[in-house]
């Protein structure tokens, strides 16, 4: 009995690309790691930490943006503003010199680690708060999540379901996601 052999596309093409793309830069980490030089001076060294702590701020108010009005990018600029902090704390660490190593270590573990971890936290918070609003809150169904204001459950205030953003609808149809009772 002979087998048949075809050929299927692959089932989930981003599945594919991201997976190749892992050990592409495996085999670059590997190969840079055996040939970058000890020692090397940077001509630009001032303009790549100020540029990666600009980064840094601009995500944070992002966030904080994002949070006050309690829109779903908070996800987004969360997860930017931990995944830099991360990079900082090791980028300050792993170039300090002999004398500022104690410090960059000191300043990475008792700031910048804990504090991508709270951002990373937050996103957990959010995108749960975002998963139970979609297959909990009819009124949701649908609507797409750029519009999505997200309820705050530590805020006793807000005991209304997910609302739509009030910039983005007709003042002349009713709002489903309003809250009538107040």
């Excluded at 600009?54 to 949070?67: C, G, H, K, S, Y």
């Excluded at 991360?86 to 700031?111: I, K, N, P």
């Amino acid at each position: 009995m002979a087998l048949s052999l075809r050929l299927r596309p692959p089932r989930d093409p981003l599945l594919i690309l991201l997976a190749s793309a892992a050990l592409l830069e495996t085999a670059w980490t590997v190969y840079i790691g055996w040939r970058l030089p000890r020692h090397y001076v940077a001509n630009h060294w001032d303009l790549a930490w100020v540029g990666l702590d600009v980064a840094q701020i601009v995500m944070l108010l992002l966030a904080a943006w994002a949070a006050w009005r309690g829109r779903a990018l908070l996800v987004l600029f969360a997860t930017a503003a931990g995944t830099l902090l991360l990079v900082d704390a090791w980028f300050d660490v792993t170039t300090a010199r002999h004398g500022a190593f104690v410090q960059s270590l000191v300043f990475a573990l008792a700031l910048e680690i804990p504090s991508a971890a709270f951002l990373f936290w937050i996103t957990w918070r959010t995108v749960k708060e975002l998963a139970d609003s979609m297959f909990v809150v009819p009124e949701v169904n649908g609507v797409p999540i750029r519009k999505i204001r997200l309820v705050r459950r530590f805020d006793k205030s807000s005991d209304v379901t997910p609302s739509v953003s009030s910039e983005t609808t007709s003042t002349t149809e009713p709002n489903p996601f309003e809250d009538h009772a107040s």
